[in-house]
C-alpha cells in the first residue's frame, strides 16, 4: 500500500467500505439460530441489526474532524480496533443483551471505517482520478451484499458465533494492514483552534458550502430510494408475489449487478469526458421514469415480477451512478475538513436508511407493494428536487 494509486490500496478502501454491508448481510441466515440458542425472541435478534445500524451512524461525526486533526491512521486505527472487539465479544456472547452491546460497538467501528474511506480518497485522489475510485468503491460495495448471505450461510454450518468469528479476524487482519503499511494521507492537519473549536468550525463550514451540503443530502436521498428496496423486497417478493427464498436471492442480486454497472458506466462516461453534471442528471432522470413506471403498473393492478424487475435494476443502475458522483462533489469542495465531509455523508446514508427501513416495514400491513414503491418514488424526487434547486444552483454561481 505504499503508492495510493496501486491494487492493494484500492483494495483497502474497498475492504473499508464493505464492513457494514459484509457485517449486516452475513449475519442474516443466523437470525433464527441466534434467537433459538440464546432464547431470544424474534424481535430481539433482529434488533442485531438494528442496533449495528445505529452505532454506524451516530460515530462517524466523531471520527471525522479527530481525523483532520490528529490524522487518518490513527483514528482509523482506533476505529478498526473497535470493530474488532466488537465482532470479537459478539462471537462469546453469552446472552442477547451482551450480544447487542456488542453489535452497537462492532456498528461504531465500521462506521469510521466507511468514513475514513471517503477521507482517504480524497486526500489522495483529485477530479477524475477520485470519481473513478469512488465508483470503483461502490462496486465493491454493490458486491459485498450479493456474496454476504452466502458467505453467513456456509459459515452456519460451524454456529452462529463462527460469523461474527470470522468478521473479527478480517478486523484484525485491517487493523495489522492499518498499523504496519498505511501511510498517513492527511497532509493539512487542521490544529489552529481548539477541538472543540475546530468541531464547531469544521460542520459550520461545510453546512455553509451550500453544494458540498447538497451533494450530501443528493447522496443520502439517493440511498433511501435504494433502501427503500431493500428494506421492502423480502416482504413484496416473498410475501406478496410468492417468490422462494433462492429466486428472490437472484432478484437481489440482479440489482447490486444494476449498481455495479452504473459504476462502470460512470467510469466510461469520465473517459468519455461527460460532465459530472450530464451523469448525474441522466441518472436523476432514471429515478424519475422507473419510479412514475411503478407507479403506473401498480395502479393499473399489473403488479408482478416482470414488470418490477426490469424497473428496480434500472433503478439500480442509476444509483450506481449519482453515489460517485454526489459523494466525490461533497469531498471535492472541503479538502481541508475531507474527514467531516466523510462523516457528514456516511451519517446522513445511514440515518436515511434507518427513515426508509421504518416507513417501508410500517406501512406494508396497510399498503402492501405500495409500501415499497411509494418511498422509492418520493425519495427519488427529493434527490432530484436538492440535485435541481440546490445543487446545480450553487455549483453555477461558485
Not at 15 to 33: E, F, K, T
Not at 50 to 75: C, E, H, N, Q, W
Not at 290 to 310: C, D, K, R
Amino acid at each position: 500500500m505504499k503508492h495510493p494509486h496501486s491494487l492493494a490500496f484500492l483494495g483497502f478502501l474497498a475492504c473499508l467500505a464493505a464492513l457494514p454491508p459484509l457485517s449486516i448481510d452475513m449475519a442474516l441466515p443466523a437470525l433464527g439460530q441466534i434467537g433459538c440458542s440464546l432464547h431470544a425472541a424474534p424481535g430481539l435478534t433482529g434488533l442485531t441489526l438494528s442496533l449495528f445500524m445505529a452505532g454506524f451512524a451516530a460515530t462517524p461525526v466523531i471520527y471525522g474532524p479527530l481525523s483532520d486533526r490528529y490524522g487518518r491512521k490513527p483514528v482509523l486505527a482506533v476505529a478498526i480496533t473497535l470493530f474488532t472487539l466488537g465482532s470479537l465479544a459478539a462471537a462469546m456472547a453469552p446472552s442477547i443483551g451482551l450480544l447487542l452491546t456488542a453489535r452497537c460497538i462492532e456498528g461504531a467501528g465500521a462506521g469510521g471505517g466507511t468514513a475514513l474511506a471517503f477521507a482517504l480518497t480524497r486526500d489522495c485522489f483529485e477530479g477524475a482520478a477520485g470519481r473513478s475510485k469512488l465508483s470503483q468503491i461502490q462496486m465493491v460495495m454493490a458486491f459485498a451484499p450479493m456474496i454476504a448471505p452466502t458467505i453467513g450461510a456456509t459459515l452456519l454450518v460451524l454456529g452462529w458465533r463462527s460469523i461474527y468469528a470470522a468478521l473479527a479476524v478480517g478486523g484484525l487482519a485491517l487493523l495489522v494492514l492499518i498499523l504496519s503499511a498505511l501511510k498517513e494521507t492527511n497532509k493539512m492537519l487542521v490544529r489552529h483552534k481548539g477541538l472543540f473549536g475546530q468541531v464547531r468550525h469544521g460542520y459550520a463550514a461545510l453546512f455553509k458550502h451550500r453544494a458540498a451540503l447538497g451533494y450530501a443530502l443528493v447522496y443520502a436521498a439517493s440511498f433511501g430510494v435504494q433502501f427503500s428496496f431493500v428494506a421492502g423486497s423480502p416482504l413484496v417478493f416473498i410475501d406478496s408475489f410468492g417468490l422462494s427464498a433462492r429466486m428472490y436471492g437472484l432478484v437481489f442480486g440482479a440489482a447490486s449487478a444494476g449498481i455495479i454497472l452504473g459504476a462502470i458506466s460512470n467510469n466510461a462516461f469520465m473517459r468519455m469526458r461527460v460532465s459530472q453534471d450530464k451523469a448525474l442528471r441522466l441518472s436523476l432522470g432514471l429515478y424519475i421514469v422507473t419510479g412514475l413506471a411503478m407507479l403506473g403498473v401498480l395502479q393499473a393492478g399489473m403488479a408482478s415480477p416482470g414488470w418490477f424487475i426490469p424497473l428496480l435494476v434500472l433503478s439500480a443502475y442509476g444509483y450506481g451512478i449519482i453515489a460517485p458522483n454526489a459523494s466525490h462533489g461533497t469531498m471535492q469542495a472541503l479538502p481541508e475538513i475531507a474527514g467531516i465531509a466523510g462523516a457528514v455523508l456516511t451519517t446522513l446514508q445511514m440515518s436515511t436508511a434507518v427513515l426508509a427501513s421504518a416507513v417501508v416495514a410500517a406501512a406494508f400491513a396497510h399498503f402492501a407493494i405500495a409500501a415499497m414503491v411509494v418511498p422509492m418514488v418520493i425519495f427519488g424526487l427529493v434527490t432530484n428536487g436538492l440535485y435541481y434547486f440546490l445543487v446545480r444552483p450553487a455549483v453555477k454561481h461558485g
